[in-house]
């Protein structure tokens, strides 16, 4: 599962907190994960980039 499909699936889950099925604390706990995994994604992404420059300047 990707994770615009894992986002899509956790906002059903909120949104359908009305009826029985539905799990709006999951989905939120869900939705609050891919936000820190997206956010962990760009800072490996810059870290990247400071070493790729770093190792550039040394050569």
Do not use: C
């Not at 099925?21 to 939705?31: K, N």
């Amino acid at each position: 599962m990707k994770l615009e499909q894992l986002q899509q699936w956790a906002q059903s889950q909120i949104d359908n907190s009305a009826f029985s099925e539905g799990r709006p604390d999951i989905g939120v706990s869900v939705l609050q994960l891919v936000d820190e995994l997206e956010r962990l994604q760009d800072h490996a992404k810059e870290l990247e980039a400071k070493l790729s420059i770093a190792s550039t300047s040394k050569s």
